[in-house]
């Protein structure tokens, strides 16, 4: 079994299949060599604090988070005029989902909602504030300060709570073994505190430049030639 992430192999291990660690595809794929302007032109965005939204990909997901997720940028644009938002929404009915949210917020004026190019945007950004899943991934790649939350219903919550034994549910905290992403789930994901932390990620840079180094301890954990490994493990089958 190819693995894409270090600590899976010995979880296979453990019920007796053959698994290896590969290393992450998203280390070679992502576009390191786009700089913070370069996105931003090509976003047409000329505000001089930027702070990536992504509330997530799936109508599910943008129903719970999309309101808190509005309500705490109205509450950073009232604190500083010269920040604006950027959300890369998956698809047509997000994107409409999202709008219709911001609009009901009175804070849609403050965001460029876009199509996909959701690594331009985060380029373009100073912050990222996002659902945790893949894109916490991307943008700790990417080396973006980074502040994650999830919610999910009530019943599964219980269940997860049951099944899964981890202190992180954000997945470079997980890989890291402590939390640099400042992650907030249920109801820990209230307006206040993700402003709070949004707010220790913009303007504290010793905790922006820890975050940072973290994020580069990350790729070197994750980084291997996928490609050539995973090749070389199929070769040995034949």
Same mark, same amino acid.
């Given at each position: 079994?190819?693995c894409?992430l270090p600590f899976e192999?010995d979880l296979?291990?453990?019920?007796?299949v053959?698994?290896?660690?590969?290393?992450?595809?998203?280390?070679k794929?992502l576009?390191? @060599?786009?700089k913070?302007y370069?996105?931003?032109?090509k976003?047409?965005?000329?505000?001089?604090?930027?702070?990536?939204?992504?509330?997530?990909s799936?109508?599910? @997901?943008?129903?719970?988070?999309?309101?808190?997720?509005?309500r705490?940028?109205?509450?950073?644009?009232?604190?500083?005029?010269?920040?604006?938002f950027?959300?890369?929404?998956?698809?047509q009915?997000?994107?409409?989902?999202?709008?219709?949210?911001?609009?009901?917020?009175?804070i849609?004026?403050?965001?460029?909602?876009?199509?996909?190019?959701s690594?331009?945007?985060?380029?373009a950004?100073?912050?990222?504030?996002?659902?945790?899943?893949?894109?916490?991934?991307e943008?700790?790649?990417?080396?973006?300060?980074t502040v994650a939350?999830?919610?999910?219903?009530?019943?599964s919550?219980?269940?997860?709570?049951?099944?899964?034994k981890t202190?992180?549910?954000t997945?470079?905290n997980i890989?890291?073994?402590? @939390?640099i992403?400042?992650?907030?789930?249920?109801?820990k994901a209230?307006?206040?505190?993700l402003?709070?932390?949004?707010?220790?990620?913009?303007y504290?840079k010793h905790?922006?430049?820890?975050?940072?180094n973290?994020?580069t301890q990350?790729k070197?954990q994750?980084?291997?030639?996928?490609?050539?490994?995973?090749?070389? @493990?199929?070769?040995?089958?034949?």
């Amino acid at each position: 079994l190819l693995c894409l992430l270090p600590f899976e192999p010995d979880l296979y291990h453990a019920y007796g299949v053959p698994a290896v660690f590969v290393g992450h595809p998203l280390v070679k794929k992502l576009p390191y @060599e786009m700089k913070k302007y370069t996105a931003r032109e090509k976003l047409q965005i000329s505000s001089e604090t930027v702070i990536a939204v992504l509330p997530g990909s799936r109508l599910s @997901e943008i129903k719970k988070l999309g309101p808190i997720f509005a309500r705490v940028a109205k509450l950073i644009a009232s604190q500083n005029k010269k920040i604006s938002f950027v959300s890369p929404m998956a698809s047509q009915s997000t994107y409409d989902q999202f709008e219709n949210i911001l609009l009901s917020n009175n804070i849609r004026s403050a965001f460029k909602v876009i199509k996909g190019s959701s690594h331009e945007a985060m380029i373009a950004a100073d912050i990222v504030l996002l659902a945790s899943g893949t894109a916490a991934l991307e943008s700790a790649l990417l080396s973006k300060p980074t502040v994650a939350a999830y919610k999910v219903s009530a019943l599964s919550y219980f269940i997860l709570n049951k099944l899964v034994k981890t202190s992180y549910f954000t997945l470079p905290n997980i890989l890291l073994n402590k @939390e640099i992403i400042p992650e907030f789930i249920q109801n820990k994901a209230s307006d206040i505190n993700l402003f709070d932390s949004i707010s220790e990620c913009l303007y504290n840079k010793h905790y922006q430049q820890n975050m940072i180094n973290n994020f580069t301890q990350l790729k070197s954990q994750l980084d291997a030639d996928t490609d050539k490994l995973a090749a070389s @493990e199929v070769l040995k089958l034949l």
